[in-house]
């Protein structure tokens, strides 16, 4: 039996490309047009289920209507070596008039005769390490550096690029001994100004307070002399 015809135009149509570096989620797009004039249910798989997120992965696309479809690949450590064997497959048929009420029973009911199919191989394009090193370096140096952050080092095997790293971290390290120096010399100075006011304090001569009351209840030398004289009269008189 022949193989029905794909209805719905793919974009792209044979495969599908993720751009690297794989460290965040890469989404690629699926656009789905339906030139016909029914409406053509669909259905996304694929040979990774765990890899990828596919949103919207089936549905129904109205006649003259387009749905777009994207692939989302998670994370991972990307090898070069290993040969990538993931492949999509974009399932479709025409829809039963009226209502559809339960989409996944149709999928189960449906004739083989009546599937239609388009297969999609995917591709990880991983920029050169080289390429990504002088595109972060042209940023920072179009953007000025940013306080605080270290600098964007694409790849720390390379020798000068180890040799500018190890300067860095010793810099830091510097810049924070010192900053611990410049504190504990302000310690020893608040200290030492506080030694010094209590050694003032300390060695000035306290005046008693009794002293003012000793200098008031002393007698002048000349109420001696006046008291001797008028003794002296009194004494005097007491003999003529």
């Not at 090193?133 to 390379?158: L, W």
């Not at 390290?173 to 020893?188: G, I, R, T, W």
């Amino acid at each position: 039996m022949a193989k029905n015809e794909q209805v719905l135009i793919l974009e792209p149509s044979g495969e599908l490309r993720f751009k690297g570096p794989f460290k965040e989620v890469v989404t690629a797009e699926l656009k789905l047009s339906n030139p016909s004039e029914k409406r053509v249910c669909f259905k996304v798989k694929t040979t990774a289920p765990k890899r990828y997120c596919v949103r919207p992965n089936s549905g129904i696309i109205e006649p003259g209507d387009k749905t777009v479809v994207s692939v989302m690949l998670q994370p991972f450590e990307y090898d070069p070596n290993e040969k990538n064997r993931h492949k999509f497959m974009v399932q479709t048929l025409f829809a039963p008039d009226g209502k559809v009420d339960a989409l996944e029973n149709l999928w189960k009911d449906v004739p083989p005769e009546n599937l239609m199919d388009s297969k999609l191989k995917c591709f990880f394009d991983m920029p050169d390490l080289q390429q990504t090193h002088e595109k972060e370096t042209h940023e920072d140096t179009r953007g000025g550096p940013v306080s605080g952050s270290s600098p964007k080092i694409s790849s720390s095997s390379d020798p000068d690029t180890k040799k500018i790293l190890d300067e860095y971290h010793k810099l830091q390290s510097e810049v924070s001994q010192l900053k611990q120096e410049n504190a504990q010399l302000k310690e020893d100075g608040v200290r030492l100004r506080k030694v010094a006011m209590s050694d003032t304090i300390s060695s000035t001569p306290s005046v008693s307070s009794s002293q003012p009351l000793q200098t008031a209840n002393a007698i002048p030398p000349v109420v001696y002399i006046v008291a001797a004289v008028i003794l002296g009269l009194i004494i005097g008189k007491l003999f003529l």
